[in-house]
């Protein structure tokens, strides 16, 4: 079974393409600090290059950002490339099954609800009653 959970910072925006077919898939870098520092050094990041299909993809192209915290499950996949000096390299891709929004919404982000920040003036609470912690039966 090939499967992966990952918990990272997205280290640049989302980018959104389509296949030939029609299909959307949205392609984001992700970093995963290691858990523990080797002694006396700083702690190590690992970097996945993660892909997201179809309705997922639509969502994490519309939804997050540089920066973000999110939670990802998939299968890994290991791709060798050549790099643009010739040489060989190795990049660890995720085909994304779940993805998970961890980073709270920003201020300016308005795309859902967002609770009131005041408590409504007495003429909009018209037609309810007042009443003590003494007369809840529970």
């Known amino acids: 079974m090939n499967k992966i959970t990952l918990i990272g910072n997205l ?4 980018e959104v393409r389509s296949t030939q077919s029609g299909v959307t898939v949205c392609t984001f870098g ?3 600090n290691r858990k523990f520092a080797p002694q006396g050094g700083e702690r190590q990041t690992d970097f996945f290059r993660i892909n997201a299909w ?3 993809g639509d969502n994490c192209a519309k939804y997050l950002a540089k ?9 890994l996949q290991a791709r ?12 660890l891709d995720v085909s994304a099954d779940e ?4 980073s ?4 300016g982000d308005h ?10 003036n007495p003429q909009e609470l018209a037609g309810f009653t007042d009443i003590s912690s003494d007369d809840i039966p529970f």
């Not at 993805?99 to 961890?102: D, G, I, P, Q, W």
């Open 30 to 32: 992700l970093a995963v």
């Open 80 to 91: 060798l490339y050549e790099a643009r000096d010739g040489s060989t390299r190795m990049s």
């Open 67 to 75: 920066g973000r915290k999110v939670a990802v499950l998939g299968e």
């Open 111 to 120: 795309a859902g609800y967002t609770a009131p920040r005041t408590l409504p």
């Open 11 to 14: 280290t640049s925006d989302p």
């Open 54 to 56: 179809r309705q997922l």
């Open 104 to 107: 709270p919404r920003e201020q």
């Open 99 to 102: 993805v998970e929004f961890l």
